[in-house]
Every structure is written in structure tokens, then in C-alpha cells.
């Protein structure tokens, strides 16, 4: 059994899995019940990608500066899930169920859309 992981020069570089290492198919290497895994970096590699080792000027250039945009983009993925719970909570969707309101819902119209944002997609 192996742990998959993106590679590090990223501070959040994407999620991870668990896989058997015996099989002839994915179906088979298919770990029932495993964890979603996230693959974060908050030492070297991040400074030597993008500090001044890397993309002069760009952060992070310290570990602090890892850790407080890992900070902003959990902020950020709180307040989208925020959003997304308001949304489906929202009388408006629950209409969607009223077979008399179905002909009335509009899945374009700007208040059906539900808040997604693909970059925060795995926290």
C-alpha cells in the first residue's frame, strides 16, 4: 500500500491518495474508505520555488510567509463553504422540488448558481 502525493514546490500542491500496490486494474488498487489527503509544504521548497531563489519578488520568502497564505486560502475555502451552505439551505433551491415551481426555475438565472471555486476545491 503507498500514499501518492503531488510534489512539493507548490505550499498547497493538490491532494494525495492511497492505492495498493497489487492489482491489474484501478478498480483493484482501490482502497475502500480512505481519507481525502491534502499535500502541503511549509519549508524549503516553497522559498527556493517562488522566494528569492525562485520568481524573485513573488512569496512566500520565508516560512512565515508559507503559513499565512496557507491561512488565507482556509480562510477562503471557510467562507465558500459558508456561501455554499447559505445557497443550499435557500428557499429559492427548494423550489426546484415543488414539481409546480420546476417550470418556473431558471438553472441560468444568477441567484441558481451555486458558489464553486475550483482552486479551493480540495480544502
Not at 7 to 30: H, P, Q
Not at 51 to 64: A, D, K, L, N, Y
Amino acid at each position: 500500500t503507498a500514499q501518492i502525493l503531488p510534489g512539493s514546490g507548490n505550499i498547497m500542491g493538490g491532494e494525495g491518495f492511497i492505492a495498493k500496490l497489487r492489482g491489474r486494474t484501478v478498480t483493484d488498487m482501490y482502497v475502500a474508505g480512505s481519507p481525502r489527503l491534502l499535500k502541503m509544504a511549509c519549508g524549503e521548497n516553497p522559498k527556493r520555488v517562488y522566494g528569492e531563489g525562485g520568481h524573485i519578488g513573488t512569496t512566500p520568502m520565508s516560512r512565515m510567509g508559507t503559513a499565512w497564505l496557507m491561512r488565507e486560502k482556509f480562510e477562503q475555502a471557510a467562507a465558500l463553504r459558508d456561501e455554499q451552505e447559505l445557497w443550499c439551505r435557500s428557499p429559492v433551491h427548494d423550489e426546484v422540488h415543488d414539481p409546480a415551481a420546476a417550470v418556473e426555475w431558471d438553472p441560468h438565472a444568477e441567484h441558481s448558481l451555486f458558489p464553486h471555486e475550483l482552486a479551493l476545491d480540495s480544502l
